[in-house]
Every structure is written in structure tokens, then in C-alpha cells.
RNA sequence: GAGUAGGGAGGUA
């Protein structure tokens, strides 16, 4: 039954979900560990709804969940954002007595703060016997993510005020709490904080930050910032195009997007539509057909209803209304 | 043998 786990776990890691399930079910015997490692597996892969159903058929087998597995089903509440169930688990971890251990709390502050509540959240915070960098860092990302930019912050003096010293993650979730402040000097500092710790050629770090002066405007310092990191994904790349997409700088759009290319970094789907919205800005409707085939042909993705709708609006923009019409027929959708 | 926190997301017709 050991290997068995360790072999789910691997397929798990490896992203083989279907391989995980099938030595799983192949065991002729599973344990709490066992049962714990799927559900892991189905949270890591965002398939919460499926996590939630496996503890249900876990329990009918006669064992009862520990701190492991009720951690993965809160981390799955969390995901599908189902503050009720998450509330069952609450519950469930209070009775069980778990509540005090770090990992445990840290991932009910997470998932309430991941749903929005909160005072809730805040509140489990302030009773932890002791926090770390988890707690705060989950904290000020769910003031972040709501729009409650000072809040977050302050939990950044709270932690220094404890001595528990920050790390990337941290300052990611910082940044993006900035981008709800509306000030840019906020961000300076962070930058300058960022800097200062080295954390400046980090990918989700500079994403955040190019995103964020993008957000101000500011074009010339996310490009600043971009050109400092030498390592470069997509989600890097797509923040700078939509920076400058959102200035009308239409050719640097299309000449970063070919730069992108050119690395050999592939595009995803998001970075599509801004680059329909750029052809759309300057009615250049043969490029926006030719990476519309690109998105299959080129790159294996399936158009979405918003890919359509993006190409479409082009087509009928620019009085190409025959083809509009075929497009429409052609979507797997129902028109919206 | 299993568990907790981070990045980009068009248009608004």
C-alpha cells in the first residue's frame, strides 16, 4: 500500500490524473494516506467538485479524515469558492481539534479569504497560537484580491512588526493589493523593496509589477522591469502586450506578440484577444483571420465563443458582413 | 507514502 501511494502520487505529480485513478482503483486495499493522495491530486488539478466527492466515498469506507485530508478539502471549498461546505469543514477540523496546527489553520484563513470573508479569516489569523509567513501571506492576498488594498498592506507591517520575514509570494499578493490603492507611489516603494531583496527576477513577481504600472500607464517602467528578467513565459509576456494594447500602441502589440513567438514561447488564448482587439483598433482584418487559423493550426487551442465574438466584430466592423455570417454558423455555439 | 499562501485576461457592441 506504500508504493501504491507513492505511485498515485507520482502519476499525480507527473499530471497523469487518469494513470492516478487507475492504480488507485486497481489497490486491493487503501488507507487514509491512500484516499488523501487522490484527493490531492484532484485539488491540484482544479477539480474540487471531484476532491469533495472522493472524501464523501472515503467516509462511506469507514475512515474518518485527518488533518491531511481536511486540509485538501478546504483548499478544494476554497477553489469552488463553497463557503457552506467549507463551513462543514470547519466544523469538522474544530471536533476534530486540529484547528491549532499551522498547516490547518493556514488553509481555513486561506479559503475564507479565498471566498471573501474576511472578518473570518482575520479572525482565525488573530487566534492562531502562532503565524507565519503562510498565514499572512493568504491573508493579504484575500484583502488584495477584494479590493482592500490598505488592509493587505497593513498586514505587511503586522508581519514585520512579528518578525516573520516575507518572501515573494508575499510581495506578489503586496503588488497586487497596490493595483486596488489607485496611487502609484505604493508601488515604488514595493518596487524598490523588491529590488532591494532580490527578488526582481521572479516570473509571478515581474508579471505583477509589469502589470501593474501598466495599470498606471506607466509603459516605460514595465518594459523597464520586463527587460530586467531574462527568463520570460507567457503570462509575462501577454502582461507588456496588453499594456500595450491598452495605450493603442498597436504595432508594438504585434511586434512583442512576434517577439514572443520568436522565443518560442507559446501563446494561449487570452494573449489572442488582444491581439483581435489590436487588428479591430486598425481594421487589419486579413492578420486577424490569419491568427485566427493560427490559434488551431499554429497552436493546437480551440477558439472560445470569445475568440468568435472578437473576429466577428472585426469582420462586421469592417463591412465584411457575408463572412461574419458564415463565422456565426460556423461557431460550435449557440450565437449570444 | 499524503496536506497550507503568489503572476497576465479582449470588447461592452
Redesign the pocket.
Same mark, same amino acid.
Given at each position: 500500500?506504500?508504493? &501504491?501511494? !507513492?505511485l498515485?502520487?507520482m502519476y499525480?505529480?507527473c499530471g497523469s490524473l487518469s494513470k492516478a485513478q487507475k492504480v488507485f482503483h486497481e489497490l486491493p486495499n487503501?488507507?487514509?494516506?491512500?484516499?488523501?493522495?487522490?484527493?490531492? &491530486?484532484y485539488?491540484?488539478h482544479d477539480r474540487g467538485e471531484e476532491a469533495l466527492q472522493c472524501v464523501k466515498q472515503m467516509k462511506r469506507d469507514g475512515f474518518s479524515p485527518?488533518?491531511?485530508?481536511? @486540509?485538501?478539502s478546504?483548499?478544494a471549498c476554497?477553489?469552488l469558492k463553497a463557503i457552506d461546505r467549507g463551513q462543514g469543514i470547519h466544523t469538522e477540523i474544530t471536533l476534530k481539534g486540529?484547528e491549532h496546527?499551522?498547516?490547518?489553520?493556514?488553509?481555513?484563513?486561506?479559503?475564507y479569504? !479565498?471566498c471573501g470573508l474576511l472578518e473570518t479569516a482575520r479572525l482565525l489569523l488573530d487566534r492562531l497560537p502562532f503565524r507565519?509567513?503562510?498565514?499572512?501571506?493568504?491573508?493579504?492576498? &484575500?484583502y488584495?484580491?477584494h479590493g482592500y488594498g490598505e488592509e493587505a498592506l497593513n498586514c505587511l507591517k503586522g508581519m514585520q512588526h512579528e518578525s516573520i520575514s516575507?518572501?515573494?509570494?508575499?510581495?506578489?499578493?503586496c503588488?497586487?493589493a497596490c493595483?486596488s490603492i489607485g496611487t502609484i507611489e505604493k508601488g515604488y516603494e514595493l518596487h524598490s523593496a523588491i529590488v532591494e531583496r532580490g527578488?526582481e527576477s521572479?516570473?509571478?513577481?515581474?508579471?505583477?509589477?509589469?502589470?501593474m504600472y501598466?495599470?498606471s500607464g506607466a509603459l516605460r517602467e514595465a518594459q523597464f522591469v520586463f527587460d530586467k528578467l531574462t527568463i520570460?513565459?507567457? @503570462?509575462?509576456?501577454?502582461?507588456?502586450?496588453? &499594456?500595450y494594447?491598452?495605450v493603442g500602441e498597436s504595432e508594438n502589440v504585434f511586434s512583442n506578440f512576434d517577439k514572443m513567438l520568436g522565443e518560442g514561447i507559446k501563446?494561449?488564448?487570452?494573449?489572442f484577444?488582444?491581439i483581435?482587439?489590436?487588428c479591430?483598433?486598425e481594421g487589419l482584418v486579413e492578420k486577424g483571420l490569419a491568427y485566427f487559423e493560427a490559434i488551431r493550426r499554429e497552436y493546437g487551442l480551440t477558439p472560445?465563443?470569445?475568440?468568435y465574438?472578437?473576429?466577428i466584430?472585426l469582420l462586421g466592423r469592417s463591412g465584411h458582413l457575408s463572412k461574419a455570417i458564415s463565422m456565426i454558423r460556423e461557431m460550435p455555439w449557440h450565437p449570444?
Open positions: 500500500i506504500y508504493v &501504491g501511494s !507513492t498515485v502520487d499525480i505529480k487503501r488507507d487514509v494516506v491512500l484516499w488523501t493522495t487522490l484527493i490531492a &491530486g485539488v491540484d485527518n488533518a491531511h485530508t481536511l @486540509v485538501c478546504s483548499k476554497g477553489t486540529y496546527e499551522i498547516m490547518v489553520g493556514n488553509s481555513l484563513i486561506s479559503m479569504a !479565498t507565519d509567513v503562510v498565514s499572512w501571506t493568504a491573508m493579504i492576498d &484575500g488584495a484580491e516575507s518572501n515573494a509570494l508575499t510581495y506578489t499578493c503588488v497586487k493595483c527578488f521572479d516570473l509571478p513577481i515581474g508579471s505583477i509589477l509589469v502589470s501598466v495599470k520570460r513565459d507567457y @503570462v509575462l509576456w501577454t502582461a507588456l502586450i496588453e &499594456g494594447s491598452q501563446p494561449d488564448l487570452a494573449s484577444l488582444i483581435f482587439n489590436a479591430n483598433h472560445t465563443l470569445e475568440h465574438t472578437a473576429i466584430d449570444d
